[in-house]
DNA sequence: CGGATTTGACCAGCGC
DNA sequence: GCGCTGGTCAAATCCG
């Protein structure tokens, strides 16, 4: 009984340690990221002239909960790691915004399918597609084409944006919605793959 | 029953 | 010109 005490005690210390070094790696990896967005902003407000909608996706992005890790935005195009649900063969990604998948492939370099969506808004032009890595299988990659012409979705008015985020697409099964937001160690974890990645395509 | 998803077919762009 | 590949369409199917 005693060894099992000190067994999980030695555990325990072991996550703490582990817990510290995540904590300093996710700060290191905000603040890159933060430092990424705000020169994207700066150069767009150089050649911007009707930039609604890539302002309001780029918040979106900013608010997004854990499941959103990095943004890398070129003129129109945004691209953004998600993290996701081996489960979740629909890749569907939550990020508050309401889609409507109209194709799927297979590409030549990405054995996992990618799966095209539009902006289910009427009139908003925005698509985007969603791959699963290759380095990462529970992690996607989201690319957004174009500029959303309004604001989150209206189904989502009452909650807040966190929790809107994890609600967005309409019909799939979604992740529980606490999965992102509560659970310390859960998200600590989360995090690492997160920061792994983000570093990965940082440095 | 209406809206969302699936999936095969089709089309356009690109490299050879 | 041809074949390959990514992107889109649209009919069929599913689901709430």
Redesign the pocket.
């Known amino acids: 009984m005693d060894s099992k005490v000190e067994c999980l005690q030695t555990e325990l210390e072991k996550l703490r340690k582990e817990n510290e070094a995540l904590k300093l790696m996710l700060k290191v990896v905000s603040i890159k990221n933060l430092v990424s967005q705000v020169d994207v902003c700066s150069r767009d407000h150089r050649h911007d002239q009707n930039d609604e909608g890539s302002r309001s996706e780029r918040a979106n992005l900013k608010v997004s909960p854990p499941a959103l890790a990095l943004a890398l935005e070129t003129s129109s195009t945004t691209q953004a790691y998600a993290r996701t649900t081996f489960k979740d ?2 890749l ?1 990604v939550k990020d508050g915004y ?12 990405n054995q996992s399918p ?3 969506f ?1 902006c ?1 808004s009427p009139g908003c032009p925005v ?1 985007k ?1 969603v791959q699963r890595s290759l380095e990462n299988k529970s992690m996607v990659i989201v690319t957004y ?1 174009g500029h959303h012409n309004h604001n989150h979705n209206h189904e989502n008015a009452s909650p807040p944006p966190l929790s809107s985020s994890q609600r967005g ?4 099964p979604p992740l529980p919605v606490e999965t992102n937001r509560v659970a310390l160690p859960m998200s600590l974890n989360l995090d690492l793959t997160l920061s792994r990645h983000a570093d990965d395509h940082k440095l």
């Open positions: 063969q629909a569907m309401k889609w409507r998948k109209y194709g799927q492939k297979i590409t030549k370099d990618r799966a095209y539009k289910s698509k597609k084409d697409s309409s019909s799939s």
